[in-house]
């Protein structure tokens, strides 16, 4: 059976083989057994929704989604609704934080684990320690390891550090969401610091949109121990917030590397 893809919005995630599509079909898009319309934000709902009725004449059209049905219960597929190298181990968190879509309350831990070195669970370090045993050997066979999901700080110990020291780490993504993650932040970052790693492996997300001036001084506070922080404006289910030019510039500025050194060399403050 042949079937194509199609997402309202394209990202470094997306699949890029030839029945991955973004957008409307035209006239050289062939005819397929089934279409398949992925809407992974809740944001691109109503994209998603039109581009269905597009691609009716192309294949039997269904959609579905992260935004539609939820988290899967299905094991992860490498290569059709994500690139290959990058795979998905288990879904869910069992935190509420306000701020973040991902409100489950449970972990569904996938009983077969794809190879892959970028690994995207909503919160890997929450699974089993039966679950993570399987997935630390399944990452000793892969290179340029990329952990990006948002390894919570308060639950990097220092076994969990030392487990990672012998993988082949390209970088490690923690989250410094709020003022009070601060603290077990500092915490993990002295742990994998210990481990070996530096700035060049530890990346922080920081959630931002609220209170320049707060935010700056969390991610000034992030950069200084030890993590490259990386700005993120808050969106909202519809994502429907217009953040102004100075937000804007503010959140690029503190997402590039380069840009965030000159920063701190030259104690620049926002807005400027």
């Given at each position: 059976?042949?079937?194509?893809?199609?997402?309202?919005?394209?990202?470094?995630?997306?699949?890029?083989?030839?029945?991955?599509?973004f957008?409307e079909?035209?006239l050289?898009?062939?005819?397929?057994?089934?279409?398949?319309?992925?809407?992974?934000?809740?944001?691109?709902?109503?994209?998603?929704i039109?581009?269905?009725?597009?691609?009716?004449?192309?294949?039997?059209?269904?959609?579905?989604?992260?935004?539609?049905?939820?988290?899967?219960?299905?094991?992860?597929?490498?290569?059709?609704?994500?690139?290959?190298?990058?795979?998905i181990?288990?879904?869910?968190?069992?935190?509420?934080?306000?701020?973040?879509?991902?409100?489950?309350?449970?972990?569904?831990?996938y009983?077969?684990?794809?190879?892959?070195?970028i690994?995207?669970?909503?919160?890997?370090l929450?699974?089993?320690?039966?679950?993570?045993?399987?997935?630390?050997?399944?990452?000793?066979?892969q290179?340029?390891?990329?952990?990006?999901?948002?390894?919570?700080?308060?639950?990097?110990?220092?076994k969990?550090?030392?487990?990672?020291?012998?993988?082949?780490?390209?970088?490690?993504?923690?989250?410094?969401?709020?003022?009070?993650?601060?603290k077990?932040?500092?915490?993990?970052?002295?742990?994998?610091?210990?481990?070996?790693?530096?700035?060049?492996?530890?990346?922080?997300?920081?959630?931002?949109?609220?209170?320049?001036?707060?935010?700056?001084?969390?991610?000034?506070?992030?950069?200084?121990?030890?993590?490259?922080?990386f700005?993120?404006?808050?969106?909202?289910?519809?994502?429907?917030?217009?953040?102004?030019?100075?937000?804007?510039?503010?959140?690029?500025?503190?997402?590039?590397?380069?840009?965030?050194?000159?920063?701190?060399?030259?104690?620049?403050?926002?807005?400027?």
């Open positions: 059976m042949k079937f194509a893809r199609v997402f309202p919005t394209r990202t470094s995630m997306s699949p890029t083989d030839p029945d991955a599509y957008g079909p035209d050289f898009t062939p005819i397929y057994d089934k279409v398949l319309v992925s809407i992974t934000f809740t944001w691109d709902k109503e994209k998603g039109a581009l269905a009725k597009k691609w009716k004449r192309h294949g039997d059209v269904s959609i579905g989604g992260v935004a539609i049905d939820g988290e899967s219960l299905a094991p992860f597929r490498p290569g059709e609704f994500l690139r290959y190298g990058i795979t181990t288990s879904r869910g968190c069992p935190n509420y934080c306000d701020f973040c879509m991902v409100r489950h309350g449970r972990i569904i831990e009983s077969f684990i794809p190879e892959g070195n690994v995207q669970d909503n919160n890997l929450a699974c089993s320690n039966h679950h993570l045993g399987f997935v630390w050997e399944m990452l000793k066979g290179k340029a390891i990329e952990l990006k999901g948002g390894l919570e700080s308060s639950r990097i110990t220092p969990i550090a030392e487990t990672l020291r012998g993988l082949r780490i390209k970088s490690l993504w923690l989250a410094c969401d709020v003022h009070g993650a601060i077990p932040l500092q915490k993990a970052v002295e742990l994998l610091t210990k481990a070996g790693f530096t700035r060049n492996h530890l990346f922080c997300y920081v959630l931002c949109g609220k209170n320049m001036a707060e935010e700056e001084d969390r991610l000034k506070t992030v950069f200084n121990m030890g993590c490259m922080p700005a993120q404006l808050y969106r909202n289910e519809k994502d429907d917030i217009k953040y102004s030019k100075e937000w804007k510039n503010f959140a690029r500025d503190w997402s590039r590397p380069a840009q965030t050194k000159w920063i701190m060399k030259n104690n620049i403050h926002f807005p400027r």
